[in-house]
């Protein structure tokens, strides 16, 4: 799409999705077709993650082996949702640091609320993978940025399952530093703040709450 937001064009991060999107996907269905896209989008998101060699002794002979660079990563679950694509990931990248952070929507300012944040140390010298399925109007994810810019994270990328073009905007506006990757911008958002055409409430979905 742009260079702020890659649509992962896969087809198998297509095709799933386009079956988690159906609404006769059974929880357990949906859950797990969550975990495999989080694999396909982690594996877009860490592209370009800074590398170096260490020295290893294959049983042949030592050699400089190709390792990830830096600090262990952070991920970031924007709660509670972000919980689905986080377990997936993290099967991944199994040291990775994990933060979670908690927002509610105040009903009279409309304004995110933080009722928890727990990130891990250091996460100045970090990148840091923030995790939210659904990217709607935007407000919640470009508070739950601030929040951890303040926290000293500097270095941020944003993953998605499905964005509105309405939260890609949104996103830019608050924070053009941060790159997005999704598997798809749908077309816009209902008057409730739903993704059209979208997949129905991801936390209902994945947690079969509804
Ligand atoms: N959150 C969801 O779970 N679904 C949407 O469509 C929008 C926000």
Do not use: W
């Amino acid at each position: 799409m742009t260079d702020h937001c890659t649509i992962v064009n896969h087809p198998l991060v297509q095709h799933k999705l386009s079956l988690m999107r159906r609404v006769e996907t059974s929880t357990s269905e949906f859950r797990q077709l969550l975990r495999e896209i989080s694999h396909l989008l982690a594996y877009e998101i860490t592209r370009e993650l800074p590398m170096t060699t260490r020295t290893i002794e294959t049983p042949m002979q030592a050699m400089e082996a190709p390792v990830i660079e830096g600090k262990k990563l952070a991920l970031v679950s924007i709660l509670r949702a972000g919980n689905g694509l986080l377990d997936g990931i993290l099967e991944l990248i199994p040291s990775a640091r994990v933060g979670f952070v908690g927002l509610y929507r105040d009903h009279d300012t409309l304004k995110p609320v933080k009722y928890y944040f727990k990130v891990p140390a250091a996460m100045e010298d970090r990148l840091t993978i923030v995790v939210d399925p659904m990217l709607a109007t935007g407000n919640s994810s470009a508070a739950a940025i601030d929040m951890l810019k303040e926290a000293g994270a500097k270095n941020l990328r944003f993953m998605c399952l499905l964005a509105a073009p309405e939260g890609v905007a949104r996103m830019k506006e608050a924070h053009p530093d941060v790159p997005i990757v999704t598997a798809a911008v749908d077309s816009h958002l209902n008057d409730l703040g739903y993704i059209v055409p979208g997949l129905g409430d991801a936390g209902d979905r994945m947690f079969g709450t509804k």
